[in-house]
């Protein structure tokens, strides 16, 4: 019996005997492992066992995000040479070895650093493949927009739970033992990903025959019959350079993705002073202990949570550019409310507005690039979006505490979430004068 009949057979018979369910039960443990082991795991093991400075927490940091961008764009032409199944499975496969090696082997920076670069490769592969999953399933827009909502609350779940998770762990016993969460998490999610074939053949690879009939399709999947599911251009013998172009190319000519790339690069761009200036607000600002970062930050994914279940009770026409952008304007004003006041009260209820926006933001952004692009190139393309996301934060992270030190903190950071609300209202304002001129 094949691996796959063989995990196919242990999940036919329960809940995750659907192709969706086990893509988002397999999305839930790995950011769930990943999510564990990042501050409690990598950065708790370094601040409290090893007793390091600042500079070599940011060097942790940095050599995790490095990876995260630099993986999310080869992440790209991966998925679309080999499928996300078999990207996604490797990908797991390392994540619990890693998680293997932080909890049993000596504890030391050496480690610290091959952990953080195999949890940014690990998170920069695994997201751009399950953003890409659906899409491989189903072209169906409803599908897609209710497969995309559950992935993304899976996400927000697991960052409430990842983290409580891991503080309960390293409240009993060694840091190090955080790091066992990664491995545990990931074996039961290789599983559900080995199950769950692919309807649409990657595109190195003859179009899928018996396969396609294995993975199911649910209420909403397109038929067999259909061409576009059937059957992917190859790719040839392009170099891995022409793939990561190709994706660029096929982004810059669709206006769609352009607009999608924009919004999600503009929208993320003023966060990157949250990143080095939200700490020293929460002492500052709202005079607030450390506790509260936590429960800030948990409110944030109660907020996330709530927003991408929300998208499922859109319909599917209004799902568009504009929605988009109202989704991005909601975690604008709220990012305001949240670091313009100095009440921890009204801080709760502007993380949890940023929550709701942000968390509506994911689903609809995925759905909308899966519906504006060929099948065969929805693995690079979303690399390219993924891309410009990790990376916009990057520069306002250098200039930020510039910036801090003449206007001060809270006005910095007043002044990012204005221009994330600023952005996205010009870009409401276009998105629906563009509608009303198409009828």
């Known amino acids: 019996m094949r691996l796959q009949d063989f995990a196919s057979k242990i999940f036919s018979s329960n809940l995750l005997s659907k192709p969706e369910a086990r893509i988002v039960a397999a999305n839930f443990l790995m950011q769930l492992g990943l999510q564990a082991i990042y501050f409690v795991g990598i950065i708790g093991c370094a601040t409290y ?23 999310s764009f080869v992440a790209g032409p991966l998925v679309d040479a080999v499928g996300p199944r078999r ?42 493949s399950m953003d890409a999953y659906p899409r ?36 009993a016993l060694p840091t190090k033992c955080d790091f ?28 899928a025959s018996g396969e396609a009939g294995a993975a199911g399709m649910g209420a ?17 013998a ?33 966060y990157g002073a949250f990143d080095s200036l939200e700490s020293l607000f929460y002492r500052d600002v709202l005079r607030a202990d450390a506790q509260w970062m936590g429960w800030l930050s948990a409110i944030a994914g109660v907020g996330g949570t709530l927003g ?24 604008g004003v709220g990012s305001m409310l949240y670091v313009g006041t100095a009440s921890v009260a009204w801080a709760c209820v502007g993380q949890l507005v940023s929550g709701l926006g942000f968390g509506a933001m994911g689903p609809t952004r995925t759905t909308l690039a899966q519906a504006r692009c060929d099948v065969a190139h929805v693995g690079r393309v979303t690399s390219v979006m993924r891309v410009g996301m990790n990376s916009a934060g990057v520069l306002p992270l250098l200039v930020a505490p510039f910036v801090a030190d003449a206007l001060g903190v809270q006005a910095t950071l007043f002044a990012a979430s204005a221009m994330v609300a600023a952005v996205a209202a010009l870009f409401v304002a276009r998105t629906r004068s563009r509608r009303e001129l198409l009828g």
């Open 49 to 71: 066992d090893l007793g390091a400075d600042a500079l070599v927490v940011s060097s942790l940091v940095l050599v995790l995000n490095v990876m995260l961008v630099v993986m």
């Open 87 to 128: 990207t996604l499975a490797a990908t797991l496969s390392v994540m619990a070895v890693a998680g293997l090696a932080g909890w049993l082997l000596p504890l030391g920076y050496a480690l610290l650093y091959a952990l953080a670069a195999v949890q940014g490769a690990a998170f920069g592969v695994g997201s751009t």
């Open 136 to 171: 491989f399933v189903s072209d169906d827009p409803r599908y897609l927009q209710r497969v995309n909502s559950l992935v993304y609350t899976a996400t927000s779940v697991a960052v409430i739970a990842g983290p409580a998770l891991g503080g309960l762990i390293v409240s």
């Open 180 to 207: 066992a969460i990664m491995a545990f998490a990931s074996l039961p999610a290789v599983a559900l990903v080995w199950a769950t074939v692919e309807k649409v053949a990657p595109s190195r690879q003859r179009p």
């Open 220 to 236: 909403a999947g397109t038929s067999d019959g259909d061409p576009d599911l059937k059957a992917r251009p190859a790719t040839g």
């Open 238 to 270: 392009r170099g891995f350079l022409g793939d990561l172009a190709e994706g660029v190319r096929v982004t810059r000519q669709s206006e769609g993705l352009r607009t999608l790339f924009l919004i999600g690069f503009l929208g993320f761009f003023a």
């Open 308 to 331: 991408s279940l929300a998208v499922l009770r859109i319909p599917s026409r209004r799902l568009d550019m504009t929605a988009l952008s109202a989704m991005l304007l909601v975690t």
